[in-house]
């Protein structure tokens, strides 16, 4: 009930979208040796790719 939501612009949403595809091609050409550190890798992509920002502006 007390959720909020956050307008996510077209615009943030492609940049985000271009970033995982960025991340994914690199990944496939440089596959990570050891898979504790790729976890660790991809848990903080997604967390800077869906951070958000206290003032709305956006991610830079």
Do not use: N, T
Request: aromatic share 6%.
């Amino acid at each position: 009930m007390g959720e909020i939501i956050r307008f996510v612009s077209k615009s943030e949403r492609e940049r985000a979208r271009l970033i995982r595809e960025a991340f994914a091609i690199y990944d496939s050409i440089f596959p990570a040796a050891d898979p504790v550190r790729e976890k660790h890798d991809k848990a903080s992509i997604s967390h800077k790719v869906s951070g958000d920002r206290s003032d709305g502006g956006p991610l830079s």
